[in-house]
T-cell receptor, first 111, second 114 residues
């Protein structure tokens, strides 16, 4: 059974801090890994990673995949209170018709 | 707004009630999904529809009944629910049936069963 584990489950930081969120996966036939940000309700897409070692970047957020370690990290630099959210990691299952999600990391950025 | 609209945003229902959740997208996507999100648990896939045909039913109890009349609309009919069914129900859509295309999520319906 495919599995996604995220850590930490919860993180509280101050504005300006840099954070690293972790995602590890076990999937029979890896194709991609996705990161989502969920603020109030709707998860919104951040990154899709398919190739190991290639960093994807969007403003202060960046993410990289390590296929050897079966993991990915999401970095947020110079955090702001607006970064407070649940960050979800997901991988497509072998059949391709569904995503397996991790529990998510609840990030709280205090002023 | 993400392009996927869910109504209602909040719903409180008794265990003997019948209600329906609605999801609508006008993104031209032809696959739609229902997910359940409970506190401290990963998102759980409930149903997948591709081109209006149900392609997956992830062992969901029969008190949840999906309906997809066309590729833009998806319903979740609820009947005699239990308190443990209280959760956030998220609808999503994608261009193709398959996650390589990425999902667009709606804002969800927060359901409370009393």
């Amino acid at each position: 059974e495919d599995k996604v584990v995220q850590s930490p489950l919860s993180l509280v930081v101050h504005e300006g801090d840099t954070v690293t969120l972790n995602c590890s996966y076990e999937v029979t036939n890896f194709r991609s890994l996705l990161w989502y940000k969920q603020e109030k309700k709707a998860p919104t897409f951040l990154f899709m990673l398919t190739s190991s070692g290639i960093e994807k970047k969007s403003g202060r957020l960046s993410s990289i995949l390590d296929k050897k370690e079966l993991s990915s990290i999401l970095n947020i630099t110079a955090t702001q209170t607006g970064d407070s959210a649940i960050y979800l990691c997901a991988v497509p299952e072998t059949s391709g018709s569904r995503l397996t999600f991790g529990e998510g990391t609840q990030l709280t950025v205090n002023p | 707004e993400t392009g996927v609209t869910q109504t209602p945003r909040h719903l409180v229902m008794g265990m003997t009630n019948k209600k329906s959740l609605k999801c609508e997208q006008h993104l031209g996507h032809n696959a739609m999904y229902w997910y359940k999100q409970s506190a401290k648990k990963p998102l759980e896939l409930m149903f997948v529809y591709s081109l209006e045909e149900r392609v997956e039913n992830n062992s969901v109890p029969s008190r949840f009944s999906p309906e997809c009349p066309n590729s833009s609309h998806l319903f979740l009919h609820l009947h005699t629910l239990q308190p443990e069914d209280s959760a956030l129900y998220l609808c999503a859509s994608s261009i193709g049936h398959g996650t390589n295309y990425g999902y667009t999520f709606g804002s969800g319906t927060r359901l409370t069963v009393v």
